[in-house]
């Protein structure tokens, strides 16, 4: 038999490589974890951003606020907005210089060149709806149109802003416009007065003018339609947020959360407009 000590020494020998493993598996486990705890802390980042509340748009801000700051934290990242209250003709011009870090506008060539596109639409198009804004004895002639050559037809005019990307919608349909430059909100009172026979508003913007303009109406039958979207543009100053904020938002279209915004902020909108009774009049959209 063996003696006590014969035995003792091969219990060590067998028990000293197993504790030597045990010792390195959590001792690279725990290296692990905190390379992974690393590179999660390098690839989230806290992005400040300086944004604005337009004046002339009322409420319309809060929707592109709530999805960038969801869209940015819903993907591990630490949203800093720094809000500025400015006029809308200031806008374009704070976006340029870089006292602006980003901007939501309708998606055109020219803004594409000039700033700094983030290449995912917004609103799922919402912007290019377009219901009418009219004086309420007008309706029943409004009615009568069945088709986008009865608009044309009846030879009625719209106002525009001068720098819309709706001057060249209006221009390729053929539809008679004029054009407002300065404050765009002056439109209503041309509109009050009669000097223009009705505004294209959007889907998303439409019931608060109304109430804003309790005098005018929301024409009842048509929806005119073309193919365009809301877009970020940042400032060239801000240009290197361009790839995260383009992967934020399209993980925040994948998840659902920006149907689950439009819905949130806009759902009664919709069912105040019955946009599904309406006419819809195609607008051919110029690139």
Same mark, same amino acid.
């Given at each position: 038999? $063996?003696?006590?000590?014969?035995?003792?020494?091969?219990? $060590?020998?067998?028990?000293?490589?197993?504790?030597?493993?045990?010792?390195?598996?959590?001792?690279?486990?725990?290296?692990?974890?905190?390379?992974?705890?690393?590179?999660?802390?390098?690839?989230?980042?806290?992005?400040?951003?300086?944004?604005?509340?337009?004046?002339?748009?009322?409420?319309?801000?809060?929707?592109?606020?709530?999805?960038?700051?969801?869209?940015?934290?819903?993907?591990?990242?630490? =949203?800093?907005?720094?809000?500025?209250?400015? =006029?809308?003709?200031?806008?374009?011009?704070?976006?340029?210089?870089?006292?602006?870090?980003?901007?939501?506008?309708?998606?055109?060539?020219?803004?594409?060149?000039?700033?700094?596109?983030?290449?995912?639409?917004?609103?799922?198009?919402?912007?290019? $709806?377009? #219901?009418?804004?009219?004086? =309420?004895?007008? $309706?029943?002639?409004?009615?009568?149109?069945?088709?986008?050559?009865?608009?044309?037809?009846?030879?009625?005019?719209?106002?525009?802003?001068?720098?819309?990307?709706?001057?060249? #919608?209006?221009?390729?349909?053929?539809?008679?416009?004029?054009?407002?430059?300065?404050?765009?909100?002056?439109?209503?009172?041309?509109?009050?007065?009669?000097? #223009?026979?009705?505004?294209?508003?959007?889907?998303?913007?439409?019931?608060?003018?109304?109430?804003?303009?309790?005098?005018?109406?929301?024409?009842?039958?048509?929806?005119?339609?073309?193919?365009?979207?809301?877009?970020?543009?940042?400032?060239?100053?801000?240009?290197?947020?361009?790839?995260?904020?383009?992967?934020?938002?399209?993980?925040?279209?994948?998840?659902?959360?920006?149907?689950?915004?439009?819905?949130?902020?806009?759902?009664?909108?919709?069912?105040?407009?019955?946009?599904?009774?309406?006419?819809?009049?195609?607008?051919?959209?110029?690139?």
């Amino acid at each position: 038999m $063996q003696n006590q000590a014969t035995i003792r020494q091969q219990l $060590q020998f067998h028990y000293r490589p197993s504790t030597s493993r045990s010792v390195l598996f959590f001792r690279y486990l725990a290296l692990v974890i905190l390379c992974c705890a690393i590179n999660t802390k390098l690839y989230a980042q806290e992005v400040t951003l300086d944004i604005p509340i337009i004046e002339e748009h009322s409420n319309q801000h809060l929707f592109f606020h709530t999805l960038l700051y969801r869209a940015l934290l819903d993907a591990g990242h630490q =949203p800093k907005l720094v809000v500025h209250k400015i =006029p809308h003709l200031r806008a374009n011009q704070l976006l340029e210089t870089g006292d602006l870090s980003l901007l939501w506008l309708v998606e055109s060539q020219a803004r594409n060149q000039h700033f700094v596109p983030v290449e995912i639409g917004l609103t799922d198009g919402l912007i290019g $709806q377009r #219901v009418l804004l009219i004086r =309420p004895e007008d $309706q029943e002639w409004f009615s009568r149109i069945q088709t986008l050559e009865d608009l044309r037809q009846r030879n009625i005019h719209t106002a525009l802003g001068k720098r819309w990307f709706d001057v060249k #919608v209006w221009q390729q349909n053929q539809l008679p416009f004029v054009t407002v430059d300065g404050n765009w909100r002056t439109m209503f009172t041309l509109l009050k007065r009669a000097r #223009v026979d009705y505004l294209s508003r959007s889907v998303i913007e439409v019931i608060q003018e109304s109430r804003e303009h309790p005098t005018l109406s929301i024409e009842n039958s048509l929806l005119l339609v073309y193919n365009r979207d809301y877009r970020f543009y940042l400032s060239h100053k801000d240009k290197h947020y361009k790839p995260l904020l383009e992967e934020v938002l399209l993980k925040a279209k994948e998840s659902g959360l920006l149907k689950q915004l439009v819905q949130q902020y806009w759902a009664n909108d919709f069912r105040l407009l019955k946009l599904e009774q309406r006419k819809i009049l195609e607008l051919e959209t110029p690139k």
